[in-house]
C-alpha cells in the first residue's frame, strides 16, 4: 500500500512540475511575442522627429524600440522641456490597422513607447493588442467615459504592469526621487494636437480611490483634487503649483497595478502642455 501512495505521489507531482514548466514556456512566449509586436509597432510606425536615420516615418531610428528603463539613452538637460517631440507618428497609417487608435504615449529612457487606443468599454484592450488580436498584455489604453480626444479636464490612461517590464511596469520607479529627476516629462501624441506631459505627481493607491474620479471642465473640485494629488506624491515636482494646480489646465493620469495591497495601484499625474505640433510634424 505505501508503495502504492508514493507512485501516486510521484505521478502527481510530475504532473504539477511538467505542467510549471509548460506554463512557463507559454508566458515566456507571450512576453516576447508582446515585446515583438510593440517593437515593430514603433519601428514601422514611428521615427526620430529629426527623421535622421531613414528619413521619415517607419524608418529604423532612435524611435524605433524602447529604451533601458533604467534611464539610460533618455533626453538630459534642456531636452526635458523641449517644445517639439522627439519622435513622429504617421497615424493614417495606425488607424488603417485600427481606429481605435488616438494616440501615442513616449516616455524617452523608459520602455514606454506605445499607441494609445480607446475602446466601447474598459475591457476591450485589458486582453488585446493595438491590432485586435489577444495578447495577456493587452494594449495602453483611456477610460472609456473619458473624450477620445483628450478634451476633458483629466483623462485616465491604463496600462498593466508586466512582469517583464514592459507596458506600464516602470510607474512605480517614480517613487524614487533619482528617477523623475531623470524623467520629468512624458509625450502624448495624437492625430490633431500634439502634448509634453509635465509630470508633477506619483504614488500609490487604491484603485477604488477618488484618483479615478473624471472632472470634464474646470471647478473648484478639480483644484482641491490636484492639490491633494500633489501633496501625496512620492517626489517633489520641479513643476510650481500654480501650473500643477489649475483648472483651466487639462490633465492625465497614468495608472497600473501595484502589489502591495489588494487593488493597489500605482498613478502619475501630468499637466498636459499643448506643443506646435500634430504627430510629431510641426504645425505650418
Partial sequence: M??????????????????????????RYEYRANEALYE?????????ASGDASGGIGGSGPAGGQDDASGQGGPTGEDFFADLPPIAVDFQALQAVNEDVCGWLYCG????????????????YLHHS???????????FVEALNSRDFADANTIVYGHHMRDGSMFA???????????ESHPVAWLLTPKQDY?????????????????TIFT????????????????????????????????????????CAY??????????????????????PFP
Avoid at 502527481?12 to 512557463?24: H, K
Avoid at 529612457?109 to 476591450?124: H, K, R, S, W
Avoid at 494629488?229 to 483648472?247: H, L, N, V, W, Y
Fill in 170 to 180: 516602470c510607474l512605480d520607479k517614480w517613487a524614487q526621487e533619482g528617477f523623475y
Fill in 217 to 256: 471642465g474646470p471647478c473648484g473640485e478639480l483644484e482641491e483634487y490636484l492639490e491633494r494629488s500633489m501633496g501625496q506624491s512620492d517626489f517633489a515636482s520641479g513643476i510650481p503649483k500654480e501650473a500643477a494646480t489649475d483648472p483651466q489646465n487639462r490633465y492625465v493620469v497614468l495608472s497600473t
Fill in 130 to 140: 493595438y491590432d485586435k488580436a489577444y495578447a495577456g498584455a493587452g494594449s495602453i
Fill in 196 to 212: 509634453r506631459i509635465d509630470l508633477f505627481a506619483g504614488y500609490t493607491t487604491s484603485g477604488y480611490s477618488d484618483t479615478y
Fill in 40 to 48: 515593430g509597432a514603433a519601428r514601422q510606425y514611428t521615427a526620430a
Fill in 260 to 281: 502591495v495591497f489588494t487593488d493597489a495601484r500605482y498613478v502619475l499625474h501630468g499637466v498636459l502642455v499643448p506643443v506646435d505640433s500634430a504627430g510629431g510634424v
Fill in 2 to 27: 505505501g508503495r502504492k501512495i508514493r507512485r501516486t505521489l510521484m505521478i502527481i507531482l510530475g504532473a504539477v512540475f511538467l505542467f510549471s514548466v509548460c506554463f512557463i514556456i507559454v508566458v
Fill in 109 to 124: 529612457g523608459t520602455p514606454i513607447n506605445y499607441p494609445v487606443l480607446q475602446g466601447e468599454d474598459n475591457d476591450a
